[in-house]
């Protein structure tokens, strides 16, 4: 899947949600969308790492301490 067509899906998702909410006004969208698919993005990179934390947090470019983190809020730890 390219980078385009993740921006699609994005956008598609984003679009029924707010059709979704009728005339209710949508709150803390970028909170929701960031923690949505942040999930699946760390599964995937420490699939694609074999579960190195420092190849992932590479591969991410971020430190392996905030992949940490995140894989603990997320309950991948």
């Not at 190849?55 to 809020?73: C, E, P, S, V, Y």
């Amino acid at each position: 899947m390219s980078k385009d067509n993740i921006q699609d899906v994005v956008k598609k998702s984003l679009e029924k949600y707010f059709r979704d909410l009728g005339e209710q006004q949508p709150s803390n969208v970028y909170e929701m969308v960031v923690f949505t698919v942040e999930k699946p993005i760390l599964e995937a990179v420490m699939g694609r790492a074999e579960g190195n934390q420092s190849h992932a947090a590479d591969m991410l470019g971020i430190n392996r301490n905030t992949l940490r983190k995140k894989l603990q809020q997320h309950g991948l730890l």
